[in-house]
């Protein structure tokens, strides 16, 4: 099953948008056009459906419906996603949710409707009775509640499995402390090793041995990877590396760099799971021989494991593969009204340039350059 | 008539500026919009012809630089081996965009602090107008010309760490196409076609 289709209104920087998805979707787009935000509402849908999850949590997390809604957005207050899942052929789900907040008290997050339909269907269609009676159920979706949601599972157990990739190495290496306190730290990798620890063994081990492969074409000097507990019992990544001494050298993840960690975390992730990965800027710290043969990496295991993977990315490399289709590029484009997004090939003169043969880098890329760059020449303090 | 919206395609980012100033100011009735490249000489090589086929539905204008090639007509038949679509415009500057700028020569002469008559007469039979650029900072009086644009002594760079901030500085700033056309024939041959290129598109 993958996300065909998504609908955003009035989320962050999205007034109102309208776009379909290939089962890898790129996204391109200037700083701060969105990108992240765009990835962040489909991870709204994880944190609806997961334990420990719900509609209070999840816009809690993201700082409350007011640090949600579009700026660009006026007259309509409420903040709203559509999504209509398919497996292939025709959409077979769609869920909507749209909220907003109490207009007094404790402006907790309100639902105004939640629809579930399949195949045309009208499985959920709140409010309901129920809840006119009783306005305090308007705090929960039915999503997140098991006797609620019994006839559409299905699309709660997917949208639980939805993960997100933005490994910061400085906090795999020591963000512990800082995990703790702050919410959003998963995010970033903080838990990542317990995560790894906490795999079956032979998967584990299985998974590592893999990555060790892919990773020695990165990082040659790499033998060995594996999973240590230290005295206190908390799980460290230690790698074995040659060098002019006869013994090889052992280092764990504080030592290792930003680039192996980054690589490393983007090699595990792809083989957790089986639902959609969000994947915010895998380029980063690698070097541009390693990105240019990410996307076909990402194929690979995506054809292995049929998972929806999205991407966010400024990389000339990643986008220069030759394998990167037009219909997978989503457009983000800032303007008065809130970023719009469309698919590259909608565009006639870019679709014109694909159809020669040129690469999407060379193609889409020029059109997500801020139109004043060369202000970035006049800087000087 | 609202103006036409043309993509730009440049060798580099300072060839970039000067295209995007020369139809702004030589070619109103044209647009400039996105601009694709900027990697080089190899690249446009490569890609032009792809630009040429995609012509048929979207204007481009590019922008090279003659160097080491024969002639404009050589250089022309090697990027468009079958011809040239009408809706494409491919200007080179002989033999680099720096000779475009050094025939602003007041102009120039001013922005990098040297006397007038240091500056050619003729820039287009200058055979490395980047050294020749680089040269005239080394004169210049103003400290931070020459910090920017002359390479440090032992540097294996052949400008220096801002040259080219500083040239695209001097393009958007200072440099006429008007005036710089007297001094240069490939400019002035440029101004002329753009001034008279109205692409033919599809639904109009």
Redesign the interface.
Known sequence: MHISHIELYSWKNFRKINVGLTERAILVGPNASGKSNFLDAIRFLRDLASPGGGLQRAVEDRGGVSKIRCLAARQDPDVGITVTLSNGGPAEWKYEIKFNQESRGYRRPILVSEIVTRNGEVILDRPNEEDKDDKERLTQTALEQINLNAKFREIAQFFEKISYLHLVPQIIRSGREWGALNKQAEVFGYNFLTRIAKTQEKTRDARLRRITQALKVAVPQLIELHLERDERGIPHLVGKYSHWRPKPAKQNEESFSDGTLRLLGLLWSLQEGDGPLLLEEPELSLHSGVVRRLPSLIHRIQRQRKRQIFISTHSFELLSDEGISGDEILMLVPSQEGTQIHSAISRPEIRALLETGLSVADAVLPYTEPPDLEQLELFSS | MSPIKV?LIAEGPLDE?VLRQLLIQSAPHLLPG????KKGRIWLNT?L???N??A???PFVSLGDLEHDECPPTLLSLWYPNGKHGNIQSRIAVRMVESWLLADREAIAQFLGVALHHIPHSPEDEINPKLVMVNLARRSRYRIIKEDMVPPINSSGSVGKNY??QL??FV?EKWQAKRAQNCSPSLQHAVRSLKHFHPVLPGN
């Open positions: 993509s500026q996105v601009c694709h490249g890609n012809i792809n630009f086929k995609a048929h539905s979207w080219r901030g695209e500085k958007v």
